[in-house]
Each structure stands twice: as structure tokens, then as C-alpha cells.
């Protein structure tokens, strides 16, 4: 995985769990967002009790859109990638991907996000369903400072 942001790629990343303000990693950010706003995307979301997991689906999927300076996205991506495990070739938690944001003012963003790398260990964990707005959002707040083996 490589662990820099390609030229012309985008330069804002979507977070939908533990680095979203007010969250436990949310100060594991290197570099300081020219801005953020909530932003939703297309997936399906599991609740895996201290972190969620991101997969493909047609749920919409509420987080956060950190907008970034190019120059900061090379250091950003290499210390998400790192939180992530996204650097663990071959038993990578997370891997990072490309996604379409849609911003609250009904712009269009291209994005980075982590998807759940394996996602046949979701199989009996809870989906996070659409909440009265349509969205799924997870509700988070528990320490995940510990060990990652708890979904195993």
C-alpha cells in the first residue's frame, strides 16, 4: 500500500469513527484541517463496540469531511495509515480508499476513507441501520487504546 497521496489526488479524507472530533483518536491528526464538515457517503457500517467497520453498501453513511492543504496529505496519510493498520500487508485492519462525499451543501467531494479489510470476520456483528434521517451513524465514546483483537 502506498503510503503517500499520489499527485492529483484528493486532499480531504472521510472519517466515520474514532478520528472524528470528540473521539478517542481524533488527536492522532498530524496536520491541522483548513476545515471540517459533516459529510455523507455510500456504504454499510457495523458497530464492532469500539470502532466501527466501513464496507460497501448503498446505506448512507454519515461522518466527517477533513479538508487538507496538498502539501499536508503525504505526513496525514502516513500517520492514518499507521492508526488504521492500513501498513500491515496482508492482515491489514483497514486499507485506504477512494470515496464520493456528499457535503451538507450538496457539493461533491472526493475523498479518502478506510474500508474494513476483512470483511468476513463482520459476519455476526451488528450492522449500524439508518437512524430517522436515513443515515447511519455510529455512536462511539469507548477508549480503543486496547488491544484490536476484540473483534477476532
Not at 502506498?2 to 483518536?25: I, M, W
Request: with cysteine.
Amino acid at each position: 500500500m502506498p503510503n503517500d497521496a499520489p499527485h492529483n489526488s484528493p486532499a480531504a479524507v472521510f472519517v466515520y469513527g474514532t478520528l472524528k472530533q470528540g473521539e478517542c483518536r481524533a488527536r492522532f491528526w498530524p496536520r491541522e484541517p483548513i476545515a471540517v464538515e459533516s459529510a455523507v457517503i455510500r456504504g454499510r457500517l457495523y458497530d464492532l463496540g469500539p470502532y466501527p467497520a466501513l464496507v460497501p453498501g448503498d446505506d448512507q453513511v454519515r461522518g466527517e469531511l477533513w479538508h487538507f492543504d496538498v502539501e499536508d496529505m503525504p505526513a496525514t496519510l502516513r500517520v492514518l495509515d499507521e492508526i488504521e493498520g492500513a501498513t500491515q500487508l496482508g492482515n491489514a485492519y483497514y486499507r485506504r480508499i477512494v470515496v464520493e462525499c456528499r457535503g451538507d451543501d450538496g457539493q461533491s467531494y472526493e475523498a479518502f476513507a478506510y474500508e474494513f479489510a476483512q470483511p468476513d470476520r463482520l459476519e455476526d456483528k451488528p450492522i449500524v441501520t439508518p437512524d430517522a434521517d436515513g443515515e447511519c451513524r455510529w455512536i462511539g465514546g469507548a477508549d480503543v487504546d486496547e488491544d484490536l483483537e476484540e473483534i477476532e
